[in-house]
């Protein structure tokens, strides 16, 4: 699905469910809070040609890729993994490399601090890896609490994954920069927690784009959030344009006011060898369509996945 | 995936893992237990042409096996569900049924009483759905705690499932009977919760068949499971031995001692319109493979997607 067709289906499901799902917009789903924390679940789908292409990475990127697309999630509402669950639809060819594809995943779930308390197994014609994340929040952000006059942020330097894809598209090599931003990313856990204790307002993963998500979370909080393309951080050789619509770089995109911005900035480097970039600025107003930069209105819809998670 | 390869699959999944995925084995992981009830999560996945084909049945009832299958991995627990999320990918020849198919699923979640939090839509060339489930149980009752002299019972009457696809895949129209328990099965919520009130050390819910559900039990308690086939309460017209093996019935089976399944079978009617019988008993020891009935060792494998869920 290209554009905002995905869009119309999710607001099609909705009609349909009605009062069975409710609150429904977030990276993750927030379930009932408790007394050491909120706990906050969500789902993510990772299918052969849709989201990578086997000629460009190995079996265990894959199943890197896999794993942080979903964890990064709960990254984005200032949570901690705990629990994972993984279901498997698996070709006969794909038989031999699920190993790998287990140790890529393996080691992302690890290095988070979670398990693997379950999952599925599925023969099936195309290989895909649906992931469910199930972790916990001291405050939970979501995309939906952005006010005008905050700051917007965001994580690390963007372009890396969509150079890398132009790259491959082309024929060529990604440089091993790009390479690495696309084949092996991680969730921004410290960066996710430290922007929630901070006061974030709000704040989302760059799954579609730094231009698609800040109209997400534009469209979410009812605002309009106002970039400027100059201040976008982009990677090594990386042209503005690609920074401002790479996608799947899960870096983080928060709001924030500005005095919650200085005291984080101030200790940021302890909680981040990466850096915080002031890109814009929470306007007042918005537009149905949740409006980001004029100018960039395309996401990554290519390789669009798009969540519904409430 | 035939046949034992599915296991092999999983026995390696769980070498590569370690002790990151522990305890897995369960139709669903419990999560921490709190003061109201025991939190259990489960996911399991419908492929087209693996666990259904379009022709056989309505995008309504696609949707509606997709949210029982799941669902009833909470049943086979004890447990009520609370929470779903909803992964689809869609072709785009699918494109115009999903709101059939989001009916069928939003039909069973209402019945369960449990709402639809999240879910992630992607594209792709075969249409699956991979139903996340989340729900609670004042007693959990895993399949690892069967003891030797337990009864084992079953609920409802078997088959159904099993010669409905026997009728179609002959080119045969299958018996309203049988397509009504392929087409619209349901998760034995008051059923489940009964069997784990009366005292049931094991459950499991009947996906692979009855002969491989109760293998899956054995080896799980390390018990063996002795099967009178002769007992197997086999729905109108259908034979004994595909009322053993037909899969994806969702029929609870279940091991309890003598005196709790006196006490319960005296207030059956108060819990379920369908039958309890008792198919068998718990011996002592058991082989690798997970023993049931010697004559049965096939089930429901050319529909196989087993969990691994904790």
Same mark, same amino acid.
């Given at each position: 699905?290209?554009?905002?067709?995905?869009?119309?289906?999710?607001?099609?499901?909705? !009609? $349909?469910?009605?009062?069975?799902?409710?609150?429904?917009?977030?990276?993750?789903?927030?379930?009932?809070?408790?007394?050491?924390? #909120?706990?906050?679940?969500?789902?993510?789908?990772?299918?052969?040609?849709?989201?990578?292409? $086997?000629?460009? =990475?190995?079996?265990?990127?894959?199943?890197?890729?896999?794993?942080?697309? !979903?964890?990064?999630?709960?990254?984005?509402?200032?949570?901690?993994?705990?629990?994972?669950?993984?279901?498997?639809?698996?070709?006969?060819?794909?038989?031999?490399?699920?190993?790998?594809?287990?140790?890529?995943?393996?080691?992302?779930?690890?290095?988070?601090?979670?398990?693997?308390?379950?999952?599925? +197994?599925?023969?099936?014609? @195309?290989?895909?890896?649906?992931?469910?994340?199930? *972790?916990?929040?001291?405050? @939970?952000?979501?995309?939906?609490?952005?006010?005008?006059?905050?700051?917007?942020?965001?994580?690390?330097?963007?372009?890396?994954?969509?150079?890398?894809?132009? !790259?491959? #598209?082309?024929?060529?090599?990604? #440089?091993?920069?790009?390479?690495?931003?696309?084949?092996?990313?991680?969730? $921004?856990?410290?960066?996710?927690?430290?922007?929630?204790?901070?006061?974030?307002?709000?704040?989302?993963?760059?799954?579609?784009? +730094?231009? *698609?998500?800040?109209?997400? +979370?534009?469209?979410?909080?009812?605002?309009?959030?106002?970039?400027?393309?100059?201040?976008?951080?982009?990677?090594?050789? =990386?042209?503005?344009?690609?920074?401002?619509?790479?996608?799947?770089?899960?870096?983080?995109?928060?709001?924030?006011?500005?005095?919650?911005?200085?005291?984080?900035?101030?200790?940021?480097? #302890?909680?981040?060898?990466?850096?915080?970039? @002031?890109?814009?600025?929470?306007?007042?107003?918005?537009?149905?369509?949740?409006?980001?930069?004029?100018?960039?209105?395309?996401?990554?819809?290519?390789?669009?996945?798009?969540?519904?998670?409430?």
């Amino acid at each position: 699905m290209r554009d905002g067709a995905e869009f119309d289906t999710i607001r099609a499901l909705m !009609a $349909r469910w009605g009062d069975l799902a409710v609150d429904i917009g977030d990276d993750a789903a927030v379930l009932a809070p408790s007394a050491d924390g #909120t706990r906050v679940v969500s789902v993510d789908a990772c299918v052969e040609d849709v989201h990578f292409r $086997r000629a460009w =990475i190995s079996a265990r990127e894959v199943g890197v890729r896999a794993a942080v697309a !979903a964890l990064s999630d709960l990254a984005a509402m200032g949570a901690r993994a705990e629990y994972v669950l993984i279901a498997f639809v698996i070709p006969e060819a794909w038989r031999e490399q699920l190993s790998d594809v287990a140790d890529g995943m393996g080691a992302v779930i690890r290095e988070a601090g979670a398990r693997i308390v379950g999952g599925n +197994l599925s023969r099936g014609a @195309v290989f895909s890896i649906t992931t469910t994340v199930i *972790g916990r929040a001291r405050r @939970v952000v979501s995309r939906s609490g952005a006010r005008e006059g905050d700051l917007v942020v965001v994580t690390g330097l963007l372009g890396g994954p969509g150079a890398a894809i132009q !790259a491959w #598209t082309a024929g060529e090599n990604p #440089t091993v920069w790009s390479r690495g931003r696309f084949a092996a990313p991680a969730p $921004r856990w410290a960066e996710g927690e430290a922007l929630a204790a901070a006061g974030a307002t709000a704040m989302i993963d760059l799954s579609d784009g +730094l231009s *698609g998500d800040a109209r997400h +979370l534009a469209a979410a909080s009812g605002v309009r959030l106002l970039l400027d393309a100059a201040r976008v951080p982009a990677g090594p050789g =990386i042209a503005p344009e690609v920074a401002m619509q790479s996608g799947e770089e899960y870096e983080l995109l928060a709001c924030l006011p500005a005095s919650a911005y200085e005291a984080l900035q101030s200790r940021w480097e #302890t909680c981040s060898a990466r850096p915080l970039t @002031v890109v814009g600025v929470v306007g007042a107003g918005h537009d149905a369509a949740g409006s980001a930069d004029a100018e960039s209105r395309r996401g990554f819809d290519h390789f669009a996945s798009p969540k519904f998670t409430r």
